[in-house]
């Protein structure tokens, strides 16, 4: 026999990667070893952190429920000063457009078939900066809230980024000094929506 075979068993801590000898290791039964996979050490830490962590929230539950009108007001103020913000104004005038566009009458005549016809015509791509997308959004050449309806002629593909910028827009107001604007792309909306120019500043923007 020889005793310097004889090995101390060891296992492997999963939390701190210390080899550790089997007493380190609290039971558990339904593991092959029958003992857990954390060291005593690392157990107690996580027992104790978890403990901390319901405390913690405890607390928290608490002084939500004592300080709700304080809550509140917060709440108040910060809608109020986030409603200042680039983002929050952006997302005020999307909304009064967005709920503009449902109010009025519209006569919803753009059927699928009209919209593919579109996509074909603008080549599957932002009608006015190009970019290809398959996400490409149903954009009124003549705004609702100037009579413009959603017919087949009316509509083109838009990507996010230049139907935010256009909104209500005019489109020769518009577009003629929007940084992607493109003589070609104008002239291939006018094709498709027909437009008829009414005035001379117009007719010069295709110059
Ligand atoms: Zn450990
Ligand atoms: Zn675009």
Redo the contacts with the bound molecule.
């Keep these: 026999m020889n005793n310097n075979t004889e090995k101390i068993k060891m296992k492997v801590c999963s939390s701190c990667k210390q080899e550790k000898t089997l007493d380190e290791f609290g039971k558990r039964k339904t593991n092959k070893d029958g003992l857990d996979y954390l060291c005593k050490v690392c157990k107690r830490a996580e027992w104790q952190k978890n403990k901390d962590l319901e405390k913690h929230r405890e607390q928290q539950r608490i002084y939500r429920l004592n300080n709700q009108e304080k809550i509140k007001e917060y709440n108040k103020q910060y809608s109020k000063k986030y409603k200042k913000t680039e983002n929050g104004k952006l997302a005020r005038k999307m909304y009064k457009h967005n709920r503009r566009s449902r109010d009025k009458d519209l006569i919803y005549t753009l059927s699928k078939e009209y919209w593919e016809e579109s996509l074909n015509f603008f080549n599957n791509s ?1 009608a ?2 190009g ?1 290809k997308s398959n996400r490409l959004q149903h954009e009124h050449v003549v705004p609702s809230s100037k009579g413009g309806h959603y017919t087949k002629q009316n509509i083109v593909p ?2 996010k ?2 139907n935010l910028s256009k909104l209500d827009n005019d489109l020769f107001e518009w577009y003629v000094n929007y940084s ?1 604007y493109d003589k070609k792309k104008l002239e291939k909306i006018l094709k498709w929506t027909n437009i008829k120019f009414e005035s001379q500043t117009q007719q010069l923007a295709l110059l």
Excluded: F, L, P, Q
Aim: with cysteine; aromatic share 12%; proline share 0%.
């Design positions: 932002c006015y900066c970019k838009a990507c980024e230049c992607k």
